[in-house]
């Protein structure tokens, strides 16, 4: 087994990481190169977690903007997400890895019932949980979700995966002198204004001394980077002693 710095880790993917170029649905073959990301992981002895999010299917927020109930809206997402969760499975069990799919509303013939005890075990037997169905409740976004099961299991760290390097002071896509920041703290995030993550997650996170490393999923590799405690993407923690990535002072 290789060092590394975490040891059990949740991943959060957005729902567009499974769709690739195309913006929508799911693309089998972007979800294939994720699920190798995951199995090199997983053969290293790290505890792995996923969330998945829905927005390559269906976004509440959009759908409520557009005039439709918001609980309502905000349920179809959770549903796009257990789409997402059986896509992720279906590659991961194709490279030979251990998954389970838990949902957090209850669908028996599709998947278990969100159990944390028995997410716990499984991740203990090196299984892959990924958790479906968001919180299942509405008004609560999947990086919500990510925060909450982080803090559920026990996770060492919450590994936000995004289109971009990192939490840049502006928007990278407009301005081309956009700074990324390396490291942050929780505060920063919520009192900037920097929306990586709504600021529920953010709070879970702080309030439970979760750390959150932002990093790029379109540089193959990176999940383990950073797990391995690597130094990419942009570390975001408390005031206190950093959690142990490397180039840290322990
Ligand atoms: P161990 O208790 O460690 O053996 O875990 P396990 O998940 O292998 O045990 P279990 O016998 O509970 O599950 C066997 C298979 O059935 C696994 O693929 C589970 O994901 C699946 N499974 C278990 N409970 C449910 C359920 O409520 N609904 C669905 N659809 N599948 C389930």
Redesign the pocket.
């Known amino acids: 087994m290789t060092q590394s710095h975490f040891r059990r880790v949740v991943l959060k993917l957005s729902g567009e990481a499974l769709a690739g170029r195309q913006g929508y649905g799911i693309d089998p073959a972007v979800v294939d190169l994720i699920a190798l990301q995951i199995k090199e992981v997983v053969a290293m002895g790290i505890e792995l977690a996923v969330v998945v999010g829905g927005g390559n299917i269906w976004r509440g927020t959009a759908g409520s903007a557009q005039g439709m109930d918001r609980a309502t809206a905000d349920y179809m997402g959770m549903l796009a997400t257990v789409i997402n969760s059986m896509a992720l499975q279906d590659a991961l069990e194709k490279h030979g890895v251990d998954t389970?799919v838990q949902t957090a509303i209850e669908m028996?013939?599709?998947?278990?019932?969100y159990i944390r005890r028995r997410a716990i075990?499984?991740l203990e037997?090196g299984r892959v949980v990924i958790f479906a169905a968001g919180t299942g409740n509405p008004y609560f976004s999947t990086d919500t979700t990510a925060a909450l099961r982080a803090a559920e299991i026990e996770a060492d760290v919450m590994l936000k995966a995004t289109k971009e390097e990192g939490v840049y002071d502006s928007d990278p896509r407009k301005n081309p002198d956009a700074r990324k920041f390396d490291e942050l703290q929780y505060l920063d995030l919520l009192n900037k204004g920097l929306r990586v993550m709504d600021s529920t997650a953010t709070s879970l996170c702080m309030d439970n001394d979760i750390p959150i490393i932002v990093f790029d999923l379109g540089v193959y590799g990176n999940i383990r980077r950073a797990v391995m405690g690597e130094s990419i993407g942009t570390f975001v923690r408390g005031g206190g002693q950093a959690n142990g990535r490397e180039g840290d002072s322990e």
């Open positions: 389970r028996k013939e599709i998947a278990e019932p075990r499984h037997k």
